[in-house]
DNA sequence: ATGTGC
């Protein structure tokens, strides 16, 4: 018996799709067709593929004819050839593979105006550091991974000198009342209003993610994120709590929405790169119309996400002020990977900040260093140029595995001696030299903030090291 | 970033 063997450029020159189709119909024709000739076989072929219908039940030629009546993938989305305006902070400082991928960001259909702010670096879809208006449209990796990440800054009425003095219970009580880790959830849940939203009923998708939710309220995750006691220095005398300028204790969080905002993340791209298919380059930029159901679900659970994460900050801030028996002062937080409905040149628009601090006119926030390093506690300026944002940290100069390798435990203590910061936990990936210097960074954006405070870390605690190479 | 896979 000869078997016969169809060739794919064949099936291409007959008009079949580049699909699975291919694969079935070379098998169904090798072990049905065997004994028909190459020009009978494609006739065959030809035949089904002008009317899959009529094969459809079939019995051999039926596999072939249901895959043709599946709906083709819906056609690539082409960028635009002139991208909309957008501006570059510090670009001496942003590497290349940064500015790239804004300049496939503007170029999106939907896309209205985009910004770069100085700490910005490579990431999935749009750089970190990066800004980007959209109309009407939201693109779930434009907010990023942790969806609501954020800073929050308590600034507390206990002595400086209980901290400079002695740190012992500062330290006990960030060892008691914070939890770290991928994955790290409480034993004892705590009540939240934001555990009783609607829209853990409302989305499916959502409802899944209540139980991981109320374990993790609370926890702080791993990565870049952290609780640390230090000083923070006011240095505003206008500044909107009519505080004395001088110096304070306080404390400094940076975390997200953990698992839950995790999952929303994936779940909504996955879905946006199915309807929205774009060039290979530009895939992770795939975005939710809002005025479809998804994009709908997206914006209300990133909400979610964004609140959420809020809450946990709240959460751990609440136990170790009390667990201090302080205060609290002033406050100062914002979310730096998110998006919002603002206003852009009279025009509603939505504004996608993936590692950026929103910087309306006279909006608070805050822009940390490192764990070495000041923060700085700034008041935007409401620059349209930036899309009233400015950068979310110092950003990253080496990338995690560059760190690892290049930085030395010594050297990391060495320089935690040099400052006085004790250090729980934490990994060489996110030791000081592995960030740009934020003197520099700050100095690139004089623009779009000033500075009416800056916070420097004393007792840090992170998470371990991250897991060991494979 | 997340606890688990182009």
């Given at each position: 018996?000869?078997?016969?063997?169809?060739?794919?450029?064949?099936?291409?020159?007959i008009?079949?799709?580049?699909?699975?189709?291919?694969?079935?119909?070379?098998?169904?024709?090798?072990?049905?067709?065997?004994?028909?000739?190459?020009?009978?076989?494609?006739?065959?072929?030809?035949?089904?593929?002008?009317?899959?219908?009529?094969?459809?039940?079939?019995?051999?030629?039926?596999?072939?004819?249901?895959?043709?009546?599946?709906?083709?993938a819906?056609?690539?989305?082409?960028l635009?050839?002139?991208?909309?305006?957008y501006?570059?902070?510090?670009?001496?400082?942003?590497?290349?593979?940064?500015?790239?991928?804004?300049?496939?960001?503007?170029?999106?259909p939907?896309?209205?105006?985009?910004?770069?702010?100085?700490?910005?670096?490579?990431?999935?879809?749009?750089?970190?550091?990066?800004?980007?208006?959209?109309?009407?449209?939201?693109?779930?990796?434009?907010?990023?991974?942790?969806?609501?990440?954020?800073?929050?800054?308590?600034?507390?009425?206990?002595?400086?000198?209980?901290?400079?003095?002695?740190?012992?219970?500062?330290?006990?009580?960030?060892?008691?009342?914070t939890?770290?880790?991928?994955?790290?959830?409480?034993?004892?849940?705590?009540?939240?209003?934001?555990?009783?939203?609607?829209?853990?009923?409302?989305?499916?998708?959502?409802?899944?993610?209540?139980?991981?939710?109320?374990?993790?309220?609370?926890?702080?995750?791993?990565?870049?994120?952290?609780?640390?006691?230090?000083?923070?220095?006011?240095?505003?005398?206008?500044?909107?709590?009519?505080?004395?300028?001088?110096?304070?204790?306080?404390?400094?969080?940076?975390?997200?929405?953990?698992?839950?905002?995790?999952?929303?993340?994936?779940?909504?791209?996955?879905?946006?790169?199915?309807?929205?298919?774009?060039?290979?380059?530009?895939?992770?930029?795939?975005?939710?119309?809002?005025?479809?159901?998804?994009?709908?679900?997206?914006?209300?659970?990133?909400?979610?996400?964004?609140?959420?994460?809020?809450?946990?900050?709240?959460?751990?801030?609440?136990?170790?002020?009390?667990?201090?028996?302080?205060?609290?002062?002033?406050?100062?937080?914002?979310?730096?990977?998110?998006a919002?409905?603002?206003?852009?040149?009279?025009?509603?628009?939505?504004?996608?900040?993936?590692?950026?601090?929103?910087?309306?006119?006279?909006?608070?926030?805050?822009?940390?260093?490192?764990?070495?390093?000041?923060?700085?506690?700034?008041?935007?300026?409401?620059?349209?140029?930036?899309?009233?944002?400015?950068?979310?940290?110092?950003?990253?100069?080496?990338?995690?595995?560059?760190?690892?390798?290049?930085?030395?435990?010594?050297?990391?203590?060495?320089?935690?001696?040099?400052?006085?910061?004790t250090?729980?936990?934490?990994?060489?990936?996110e030791?000081?030299?592995?960030?740009?210097?934020?003197?520099?960074?700050?100095?690139?954006?004089?623009?779009?903030?000033e500075?009416?405070?800056?916070?420097v870390?004393?007792?840090?605690?992170?998470?371990?090291?991250?897991?060991?190479?494979?």
């Amino acid at each position: 018996m000869s078997s016969l063997k169809i060739n794919g450029k064949k099936l291409l020159e007959i008009g079949y799709p580049q699909s699975p189709v291919f694969r079935i119909a070379m098998d169904v024709i090798e072990k049905h067709y065997g004994h028909y000739t190459e020009e009978e076989a494609i006739a065959l072929l030809t035949k089904v593929l002008a009317d899959p219908a009529a094969y459809a039940d079939d019995a051999i030629l039926g596999e072939i004819a249901q895959e043709l009546l599946v709906p083709a993938a819906p056609a690539v989305i082409a960028l635009r050839e002139t991208p909309v305006p957008y501006s570059v902070y510090g670009e001496s400082y942003i590497e290349e593979g940064a500015v790239k991928q804004l300049n496939n960001a503007v170029r999106l259909p939907v896309a209205v105006a985009g910004s770069l702010m100085p700490d910005a670096h490579q990431g999935y879809g749009l750089p970190i550091g990066g800004v980007l208006a959209a109309d009407n449209a939201v693109i779930p990796y434009g907010v990023g991974v942790d969806i609501g990440c954020r800073m929050c800054l308590s600034v507390l009425d206990l002595p400086v000198q209980t901290l400079l003095m002695n740190e012992t219970s500062y330290t006990k009580q960030l060892m008691t009342f914070t939890k770290f880790g991928a994955g790290a959830e409480w034993k004892k849940r705590e009540a939240d209003p934001v555990l009783e939203r609607s829209e853990f009923k409302e989305i499916k998708f959502v409802r899944n993610l209540f139980d991981k939710a109320a374990g993790q309220l609370g926890t702080s995750g791993s990565g870049n994120h952290f609780v640390e006691w230090g000083i923070a220095t006011i240095t505003d005398p206008q500044n909107e709590w009519q505080l004395a300028p001088g110096e304070y204790v306080a404390l400094l969080s940076h975390s997200g929405s953990r698992g839950m905002g995790a999952q929303i993340a994936g779940h909504y791209t996955q879905l946006a790169k199915e309807i929205c298919p774009l060039p290979e380059h530009a895939k992770h930029l795939a975005y939710l119309d809002l005025d479809t159901e998804e994009g709908q679900e997206y914006w209300l659970a990133m909400n979610l996400a964004g609140d959420y994460a809020s809450a946990c900050h709240h959460l751990i801030h609440k136990r170790l002020i009390n667990a201090m028996g302080a205060t609290l002062l002033a406050r100062v937080e914002n979310h730096h990977n998110f998006a919002w409905k603002e206003m852009y040149q009279g025009k509603e628009v939505i504004v996608h900040r993936k590692g950026a601090t929103p910087a309306g006119k006279g909006v608070l926030g805050i822009i940390p260093g490192s764990m070495t390093a000041p923060g700085f506690i700034v008041r935007g300026k409401g620059e349209e140029g930036s899309l009233q944002s400015a950068s979310h940290g110092a950003g990253r100069l080496m990338s995690r595995t560059k760190a690892k390798s290049s930085i030395t435990n010594e050297v990391l203590k060495q320089q935690l001696l040099e400052h006085g910061v004790t250090l729980i936990g934490g990994g060489l990936d996110e030791a000081p030299g592995a960030y740009k210097n934020i003197d520099t960074v700050m100095a690139a954006q004089t623009a779009l903030v000033e500075v009416i405070g800056q916070f420097v870390p004393k007792v840090v605690r992170m998470a371990d090291g991250g897991p060991p190479e494979d």
